[in-house]
């Protein structure tokens, strides 16, 4: 056995979309000078130099304000990226990633067989749960064997369908069995979505109420759905010195304006994500500091293939063929972000098509595929969108008036976030605006997303194809070869899959000046911050 101490890119060049956003329409402005990412574009920044001298403070509570509350904690079964955002702070998992590392988290090392089947993890002996139990191999068994357990309905399953078996050797030695050699296995295993839970928390009355299960720097004190969930520091965290705050206190306002108000005024120290028209204001705001400029949400108009007439790939084809998706990220983004031409991923991302598949709108031919699929006058449809997301309710608009063109009469349906989850899940729509983050490892988001069985593929799109491209560069080692097969998956995708591609945005987050230890991983990762301290 060689030891595994991984210091590897994730996703073999992911980290390369650090320079990518603002990639479409007028970039955001920048005061002169400001680089401060060894190199990086000035429209790119994720950390500040320029930290206060001596060691960072203890105590102190940083308040966050995001757009929506998490309708499901539960890290094994969360879609939402703000859940992300909250249990990344709750939660850890055998190995955690940082720009592009793998590192131990709750195994303080492993080992890999040659052959590439076989993952031996020892635990850290200091790593509690915060119910005051230890971290154990069982812990660790019981968590993976519950994602993988259908009634979980866990959405990322089948990314773990190629683990064969999972065995406790000792309280603290955990040994992973696969089927087949995994390239991604790692990275999977560093997601929040592969955490390790309090099996008695979980068993006991379940991870989405007002207790936690996790271990990590901070644990749950309450919850007020829709309106705040303050986290206290974790006293017994395995990595000595941290966190640094004595908690974190997250409020959630869907309301573009007043989010933008509270970090102008200091009623909020950390403004994650305002909306896009907000962003230059705030950047040249010089109370305040920003981070950011690349992007991980990919966004997508959803087409519920398990229906008429979005069954016929000629249909699909049509309304890729009218959308013209850069008007898409002016109008909804303020062009912070880039145009996606192509599939899922953006053209710098490890396995992407480089070059794209659609360019400006081609009418003509997009009537003449409707015409030849038995809807030359067009037809009604329903598109589906969160009343309370701006950028999607204008992405819908934008998208409404281009179908539009093609003969598609769009009725705009907005409701409420919690409505949005039901309906797609039991596939009753016709059309959704949505988006996905992007993940460590391609892998991730095309099980989940695109193959038949995937939590997150609404409307049950199916492509055998596809499929076997997806599952074979999970197991190709070569890197260039897999790269090969997901561009092959990214070219099907765009062609005849299930969702149209519309852009990639450019995130920023926006602090107080003393506001201190924010390092930026647009992988995404949001385990950073627990080295975030105040200079107060």
């Not at 955001?28 to 990412?37: I, M």
């Not at 509690?128 to 993988?148: M, N, P, Q, W």
């Not at 976030?417 to 039901?422: E, F, G, L, R, V």
Request: a negative charge; glycine letters at 8%.
């Amino acid at each position: 056995m060689r030891t595994r101490f991984l210091t590897t890119l994730l996703a073999l060049g992911v980290v390369s979309t650090l320079a990518a956003g603002c990639g479409g329409g007028e970039p955001p402005s920048n005061d002169a000078g400001e680089n401060t990412n060894n190199g990086l574009s000035s429209n790119v920044r994720l950390e500040d130099e320029a930290q206060p001298a001596g060691s960072p403070k203890s105590g102190g509570r940083l308040r966050i304000m995001i757009r929506l509350d998490a309708n499901e904690l539960d890290p094994h079964k969360m879609s939402e990226t703000s859940a992300f955002v909250i249990n990344e702070q709750i939660y850890e998992s055998l190995v955690q990633s940082y720009r592009g590392e793998i590192k131990p988290a709750i195994a303080e090392s492993w080992q890999q067989s040659a052959e590439g089947l076989k993952l031996t993890f020892t635990l850290r002996d200091n790593a509690y749960f915060h119910s005051g139990r230890k971290v154990t191999a069982a812990d660790v068994k019981y968590s993976i064997e519950r994602i993988k357990n259908p009634e979980t309905r866990a959405p990322r399953a089948r990314s773990y369908e190629g683990i064969a078996t999972v065995e406790a050797r000792d309280e603290r030695t955990v040994e992973i069995t696969l089927a087949k050699p995994n390239a991604a296995i790692l990275t999977l295993l560093s997601t929040a979505a592969s955490s390790i839970v309090d099996r008695t928390v979980a068993e006991a009355g379940g991870l989405n109420g007002t207790v936690d299960g996790g271990s990590g720097p901070f644990k749950l004190a309450s919850r007020v759905a829709g309106q705040a969930i303050k986290l206290d520091k974790h006293d017994k965290y395995w990595e000595q010195g941290v966190p640094y705050l004595d908690g974190v206190d997250f409020t959630f306002n869907p309301d573009d304006n007043a989010r933008a108000a509270a970090i102008r005024s200091g009623t909020v120290d950390f403004l994650w994500r305002p909306a896009p028209e907000f962003i230059d204001a705030l950047k040249r705001d010089e109370k305040l500091k920003w981070y950011g400029g690349s992007g991980s949400l990919s966004l997508h108009l959803r087409l519920n293939t398990s229906k008429a007439p979005y069954d016929n790939p000629k249909v699909r084809q049509a309304i890729f063929l009218a959308l013209d998706r850069q008007e898409i990220l002016n109008v909804a983004n303020s062009g912070f972000g880039t145009a996606l031409n192509a599939g899922y991923l953006p053209p710098d991302r490890f396995g992407a098509l480089t070059e794209p598949v659609y360019g400006k709108p081609d009418i003509e031919k997009a009537k003449a595929l409707l015409a030849e699929a038995g809807l030359p006058n067009g037809f009604e449809a329903k598109l589906m969108v969160i009343a309370t997301s701006a950028f999607q309710v204008r992405s819908a608009e934008v998208e409404q008036q281009q179908l539009a063109k093609i003969g598609i009469k769009v009725t705009i349906e907005s409701v409420e976030s919690t409505i949005a989850d039901t309906k797609t899940k039991s596939a009753d729509f016709d059309m959704y605006q949505s988006g996905f983050g992007l993940t460590y490892d391609p892998d991730e988001r095309f099980t989940a997303s695109f193959l038949k069985g995937g939590g997150l593929n609404y409307g049950g799109w199916s492509d055998p194809e596809y499929e076997n491209l997806v599952v074979q560069a999970r197991s190709e080692m070569d890197k260039g070869k897999r790269a090969a097969l997901y561009q092959q998956a990214e070219k099907i995708l765009a062609e005849r899959g299930p969702v149209a591609m519309t852009f990639l945005n450019a995130d920023f987050d926006v602090l107080q000046k003393d506001v201190m230890g924010y390092r930026g991983d647009p992988t995404p990762t949001y385990r950073f911050y627990k080295n975030i301290w105040l200079d107060r």
